[in-house]
């Protein structure tokens, strides 16, 4: 497990390379960080990912710029649907399924900002076989978008105000368009409730919204939707029965 440095269209992607423990061959995963950019809490998801056998890595779709510049440009590409953001997730797509020991059947995990991109690239369903979207916002046009999508597995907390009924809205768009889904939303949750971030990491703003509005870490839904995923994944990853 290590830093590594992708080759993408617009240039060098700092990226982090999570290797699972066991011998190969490994399907692989790619990990979108939040709004915070590649974070302990990233690093932590493709740990994970790599203790439960996939080869994950974690591109660092902020290295290009300052976090504000970077987080402008990122809702702009959301919106649009295209941009340097989702270029250079398809150059770290590339670069997983290239290592020794890779397999090309790959799965997307996504957290707040990441979990949106999630969901746009489920649709490319011969890129990616499984996506996790995880408090990711959800477009109006999702029932359309959503067509021929990967199988997606969502979690959502009830108490996020960014996304009100989220499970519920993505839930009957998934429903709408055919694709095989596991959405859940946690009563005691709000938004990132399964990042853990060092201590310092988080800006005063976030922590200032986390007593607020209950964002943050909540270990009993992480749990939760943490083996809701590994079980989603290893059916539509790895072919194992749940």
């Not at 290590?2 to 061959?25: F, K, N, Q, R």
């Not at 839930?171 to 201590?199: C, I, N, W």
């Not at 909540?218 to 943490?226: K, N, T």
Request: glycine share 10%; net charge negative; hydrophobic share 40%.
């Amino acid at each position: 497990m290590g830093d590594v440095v992708i080759d993408g269209v617009h240039g060098a992607i700092p990226a982090y390379l999570a290797t699972p423990s066991s011998p190969g061959p490994w399907s692989c995963v790619v990990v979108i960080h939040d709004a915070l950019g590649l974070s302990s809490a990233a690093r932590r998801h493709a740990d994970w990912m790599a203790e439960e056998g996939y080869l994950a890595i974690a591109p660092d779709l902020f290295a290009w710029d300052s976090r504000n510049t970077c987080l402008r440009s990122s809702v702009k590409a959301l919106r649009e649907r295209q941009g340097r953001q989702f270029d250079d997730i398809e150059a770290a797509r590339k670069f997983v399924i290239g290592q020794p020991g890779a397999v090309d059947r790959t799965g997307i995990i996504g957290f707040c900002m990441g979990g949106a991109y999630a969901l746009l690239l489920a649709p490319r369903a011969d890129d990616y076989h499984a996506a996790s979207v995880n408090y990711g916002r959800i477009p109006k046009d999702a029932d359309q978008i959503l067509q021929g999508a990967c199988p997606v597995v969502a979690s959502y907390g009830a108490n996020d105000i960014s996304i009100p009924q989220g499970a519920k809205r993505l839930s009957a768009a998934l429903e709408s368009a055919g694709v095989t889904h596991d959405v859940k939303e946690y009563p005691r949750a709000g938004h990132m409730f399964m990042d853990q971030f060092d201590r310092g990491e988080m800006p005063v703003i976030f922590s200032t919204l986390e007593k607020m509005f209950g964002m943050g870490y909540r270990e009993g839904p992480a749990i939760d939707a943490q083996r809701r995923i590994t079980a989603f994944f290893a059916e539509h990853l790895k072919g194992e029965a749940a």
